[in-house]
């Protein structure tokens, strides 16, 4: 093998940019198949859950969801339907899926940030540091809103989700949205770069 594929389970490009920061991280010879290069594509997939998952669980299963579902594209499936044009498949599918839940022993609500890497045998997963939302964001989300839209419309903005997302501006840019994507993807590449597991 001379280039890892990899496809992104996702058309944000700030995912895409979390999983080239997290593969660039790693050194060639301890990427599947010491490869000389690595090629990341972005796949729109469904994630197999809510719009806005709640809870760990649904947050893991989606980031899971788009890693298998990358798999069965085809390399140059803009629309990841498994069609019949592109290349062969990905080496890798990574899945990475944003939430919000609790955590044990504070009432507040997190947006939390979990990545899921799949070379069809194994699966690898990783999660991204947490930020506390404010109440009323929280209140909202507990109402059946999104995240994204919510803060779009707290902070008079578009598209927050495919920028610095909430966590950059919950933390008033000192959470980078890519950097913190890549940390979880850089754990969940873990049974992949490492004999350790």
Not at 45 to 69: C, F, I, K, L, M
Not at 90 to 102: C, F, Q, S, T
Request: charged fraction near 25%.
């Amino acid at each position: 093998m001379t280039t890892l594929r990899v496809g992104v389970g996702s058309g944000n490009p700030v995912k895409r940019r979390a999983v080239e920061l997290a593969l660039g991280a790693a050194a060639d010879d301890d990427l599947p198949g010491g490869p000389t290069g690595v090629a990341v594509e972005s796949i729109p997939v469904d994630s197999g859950v809510s719009e806005q998952p709640t809870g760990h669980a649904e947050t893991v299963a989606g980031a899971e969801n788009r890693a298998t579902a990358v798999l069965g594209a085809r390399r140059g499936d803009a629309d990841g339907d498994g069609g019949s044009g592109g290349d062969a498949s990905y080496d890798l599918g990574v899945g990475i899926e944003g939430g919000v839940a609790g955590f044990d022993g504070t009432d507040d609500r997190y947006l939390i940030m979990w990545a899921a890497v799949t070379d069809g045998d194994r699966v690898g997963r990783g999660a991204g540091p947490s930020v506390a939302l404010p109440a009323d964001v929280a209140a909202r989300i507990d109402d059946g809103a999104e995240l994204g839209p919510v803060m779009d419309d707290r902070l008079d903005t578009d598209g927050i989700a495919e920028r610095g997302g909430a966590a950059g501006a919950l933390t008033n840019g000192r959470v980078d949205r890519a950097e913190a994507l890549a940390a979880g993807v850089s754990g969940a590449l873990g049974p992949f770069v490492t004999a350790l597991y």
